[in-house]
């Protein structure tokens, strides 16, 4: 079993920055990572995957050049650094992972562990 908490959200001004960290507990070994959002009214959006290795990236187009995921094994921690961050990526963020696979996936129903989530609001 494994168990995933989520911390770092909170209120940030447009441009600014916050990070998210997903500590997870458990059997962590060979874990997929992902960070989906869902905004009031929309649903449940894809946003970064990282590979149980570190060694595979990916990333929705809309936070391409704006957001970081990495993750460190020895804390069984993931993080996603955002910057440059606008209204639209107000949402409440979950932590996703599942075991490792050959390739990262972007489909929410692909991953049977998640957070409770964290709540980012960016004021403009």
């Known amino acids: 079993q494994v168990q995933l908490v989520e911390s770092g959200g909170g209120l940030v001004q447009a441009g600014g920055s916050l990070r998210l960290s997903c500590a997870a507990s458990?059997?962590?070994?060979?874990?997929?990572m992902g960070w989906f959002r869902q905004a009031p009214g929309k649903e449940r959006e894809f946003v970064a995957a990282?590979?149980?290795?570190?060694?595979?990236?990916y990333y929705i187009d809309s936070v391409k050049g704006r957001f970081t995921i990495s993750r460190d094994s020895a804390k069984n921690t993931v993080y996603l650094q955002m910057n440059s961050l606008k209204p639209e990526d107000t949402a409440v963020y979950y932590c996703a992972a599942r075991l490792r696979r050959s390739l990262l996936s972007t489909r929410s129903t692909d991953y049977g562990y998640w957070g409770q989530g964290t709540q980012v609001t960016v004021s403009s």
């Open positions: 990282i590979s149980w290795s570190g060694g595979s990236l």
């Open positions: 458990g059997r962590t070994s060979s874990l997929d």
